[in-house]
Structures are given as C-alpha cells and as structure tokens.
C-alpha cells in the first residue's frame, strides 16, 4: 500500500517563503507524475505544480515565476518552493502521483491527506 505524506506547512507573512514536501512510501514500481494541488476555504482544489517523470515541468499561471516544484526520483519525494507568497495562496496543499505499483498494473492517482498553509500578516 502507497502513502504520501506532505510537510513543511504553516503561518507565513506575505512575501515569505516555504517549502513543502512529500514523501512517498510503500511499494511503487514507477511514478509516472507528481504533483501539488491546493484547495482554498470554498473553492474546487486546483492545480498547482507538475513534474513528469519525463519531460517538462507545469505550473498554474498563478504561481509561474514563484512556484517551483522538484523531484527526488531515487527516494520518491517531491518538492514545492513557494517564494512570494501571497493570501491567495492560502490553502491546504495535496500532493498528487500517478503511479503504477507493480509492473504492468494501471497505472493510479494517489493523494496525500495535505497540509495547511496560511499567508497572512
């Protein structure tokens, strides 16, 4: 069974920074995608950040040029530095991968249970 669990949350004032990260265990044969998502107080939960196993890097218009997400392929981590964070960032943050646990079973999306970040003064 896979898990993820995120961390590096919390209270930051406007213009700070933070640096999440999620951590994928259990047994995985490939990760195909990982990924952040946020969901706001009354908002649908979005995406913010992609990374392929292969290819490019997606971000959400939003957070280009300030967002930037990363990924540790050998020990399963994923990463999101938030520099000039702003209120509107403030949500609970969900990592995201789509992974195939054993070889040439469908591959599946799996979440964490998220973490909270908060940007106010």
């Known amino acids: 069974q896979v898990q993820l669990v995120e961390s590096g949350g919390g209270l930051v004032q406007p213009g700070g920074s933070l640096r999440l990260s999620c951590v994928v265990s259990?047994?995985?044969?490939?990760?195909?995608?990982m990924g952040w998502y946020r969901q706001a107080p009354g908002k649908q939960r979005e995406s913010v950040a992609g990374?392929?196993?292969?290819?490019?890097?997606n971000y959400a218009d939003s957070v280009k040029g300030r967002f930037t997400i990363s990924r540790d392929n050998a020990n399963n981590r994923v990463y999101l530095q938030m520099n000039s964070l702003k209120a509107e960032d403030t949500a609970v943050y969900y990592c995201?991968?789509?992974?195939?646990?054993?070889?040439?079973?469908?591959?599946?999306?799996?979440w964490g249970k998220g973490t909270l970040v908060t940007v106010s003064s």
């Open positions: 990374i392929p196993r292969v290819g490019n890097t």
């Open positions: 995201n991968i789509n992974a195939e646990l054993k070889f040439g079973s469908p591959a599946t999306d799996y």
């Open positions: 259990g047994s995985v044969f490939t990760i195909y995608y």
